[in-house]
């Protein structure tokens, strides 16, 4: 299995990477450099390259791909095979994220501060220890401050022969437009209902009808269709979510539905932060050599603080995440209800909801439902807007009620 089988539904993107990585293996063979190209020809190699696409569709999978191609050395591309083997050394290392020349630089939702991005500018500069490309991919490059966009545009402005930096953003609007000029743009597609129920079958062992039950509730998301058809607690948290369009029929029901929705986003930022918090400030101040009861060294307590402040930003990420997703399976919901309204035959994404999607759509008109779906934009767009989540969601369950 290839690196490249990890890519769903993507095969443009797929040949794409698969001829800069070849163009790639000529430079290193020729011992030449990657001249700066961001607008050339889509199949030679450039350093530096902007992955975007809908959530879920894999810009990070896509990266991490092309990460382990430029350090294939799979004895097959001596007879001229595509690099990306998925055995050797090099893709094995790059993949489980332990190769000296390649740096994932993950947010996990915490933002990338400027100390992060110099100190990665840095060490792009430096040659590849391995010989061939020094990678640096960046996970959600839309999420990096103004400072550490800065830095990173020095590092793509002025880069080093062999360095690659890999950006991964759902969009290009997410990116600062002097660091998007400078890259090669890939952008990913939402995959086919198809392509993701047979991924599920063939690499997760899952059963045909869930898979494809999973797929068309997943909306395109990769992520997301796997945890629904592998992970018990995503569908009951569905499942949950999608009681709510029977149980808004009078106001008690709409402020239960709200509370319950707000009280399980919170309860997933506080199980993350139980298991990452914790470990993050030990390994802080492990770093700082701090012994147990002797005094701080100089410099920890505010390095103590700043990662305290980033935690609690991640929580409420969390939060929101967890939010946005209830969200969407909800718009979802909806859609159907008009989708059904309207008389079409086609498959639902909530197949598996048929008989309460006909009750809602038989009790209401396509105007209705259009005003639902407006209240759920607008709940999503509140929550953007920092509103308070109940208040948010109160305000959504509430407009949701028949009449
Ligand atoms: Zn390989």
Redesign the pocket.
Known sequence: MS?WDDLVGQDRVVEQLQSASRAARATVTAGRSAAPQPGGNASLMTHAWLFTGPPGAGQVTAARAFA??L????PDLELGGT??????D???TVLSGSHADVKQVRTDGLSIGVGDMRDLVLRASSYPTGGRWSVILIDAAHRLTEAAANALLKGVEEPSPRTVWLLCAPSVQDVLPTIRSRCRLLVLRTPSVDAVADMLVRRDGVGPETARLAALAGQGDIDRTRRLAVDEQARARRADVLRIPLEVADLGGCLTAAQRLVDTAKADAEALAETQDAKETDDLKAAYGAAEGSRAPRGMAGAVKELEKRQKSRATRTRRETLGVALGDLLGFYRDVLAIQFGTTGALANEDQRPALQKVAGAGLPENTLRRIEAVLACREALDRNVDPLLAVEAMTVALRAG
């Not at 350090?71 to 799979?74: D, G, K, L, P, R």
Request: proline share 6%; with cysteine.
């Open positions: 690196v382990a191609a350090q294939c050395t799979s690099p990306g083997c998925g055995f050797c090099g893709c094995h």
